[in-house]
T-cell receptor, first 113, second 117 residues
Framework: SQKIEQNSEALNIQEGKTATLTCNYT??????LQWYRQDPGRGPVFLLL?????KEKRKERLKVTFDTTLKQSLFHITASQPADSATYLC????????????FGSGTRLLVRP | GAVVSQHPSRVICKSGTSVKIECRSL??????MFWYRQFPKKSLMLMAT?????????EQGVEKDKFLINHASLTLSTLTVTSAHPEDSSFYIC?????????????FGDGTRLSIL
């Protein structure tokens, strides 16, 4: 069956450390993968997109990797801050001719001051 | 740029009422909009893809007569939950794609919290 898995348990880290979140998928062949941030009671906000032919993408303190062999994406936040506390969602896209995204259930990140 | 406005943000109503939710792209044209439903601590579940000027495409298991979608213009899509019941209570979120974009990000509204008593 098709699955997208993100750690269901919250990730609790100290301010200044690097947060690493994992997105694993099974029986999908995405052309691209996106990461979103969602705060409580709000809609998701786009962070980064990485295509299947890209290994790594960076944006300021954010870094995303994409390994199509392992069927895994890693999302890193360096020098984390309490303001980074939120739920982070990965989403797979480009699996057919539509523009649909399939979302993981998200991982909650808590950054302690 | 790429702002999506969703209204209302919260609705509380009695069972049997029909509720309309609006999704507007404020500063861009959106040929395609999406409607999602999200349960607490769960993933966004795609309900339907809304295309301007044509019928919506519903995901498997979503009742199209229950969840009516209209996309009459390039900046507005509406979702009507007809004869709502307590099990329809959820967080409904819309998103929009910039016209002509394919693998570009979706721009989300801030959701509508629907509570049916």
């Amino acid at each position: 069956s098709q699955k997208i898995e993100q750690n269901s348990e919250a990730l609790n880290i100290q301010e200044g450390k690097t947060a690493t979140l994992t997105c694993n998928y099974t029986n999908y062949s995405p052309a691209y993968l996106q990461w979103y941030r969602q705060d409580p009671g709000r809609g998701p906000v786009f962070l980064l997109l990485i295509r299947e032919n890209e290994k790594e993408k960076r944006k300021e303190r954010l870094k995303v990797t994409f390994d199509t062999t392992l069927k895994q994406s890693l999302f890193h936040i360096t020098a984390s801050q309490p303001a980074d506390s939120a739920t982070y969602l990965c989403a797979l896209g480009g699996m057919d001719s539509s523009y649909k995204l399939i979302f993981g259930s998200g991982t909650r990140l808590l950054v302690r001051p | 740029g790429a702002v999506v406005s969703q209204h209302p943000s919260r609705v509380i109503c009695k069972s049997g009422t029909s509720v309309k939710i609006e999704c507007r792209s404020l500063d861009f044209q959106a040929t395609t909009m999406f409607w999602y439903r999200q349960f607490p601590k769960k993933s966004l579940m795609l309900m339907a893809t809304s295309n301007e000027g044509s019928k919506a495409t519903y995901e498997q298991g979503v009742e199209k007569d229950k969840f009516l979608i209209n996309h009459a213009s390039l900046t507005l899509s509406t979702l009507t939950v007809t004869s709502a019941h307590p099990e329809d209570s959820s967080f409904y979120i819309c998103s929009a794609l910039v016209e002509g974009a394919s693998n570009q990000p979706q721009h989300f509204g801030d959701g509508t919290r629907l509570s049916i008593l």
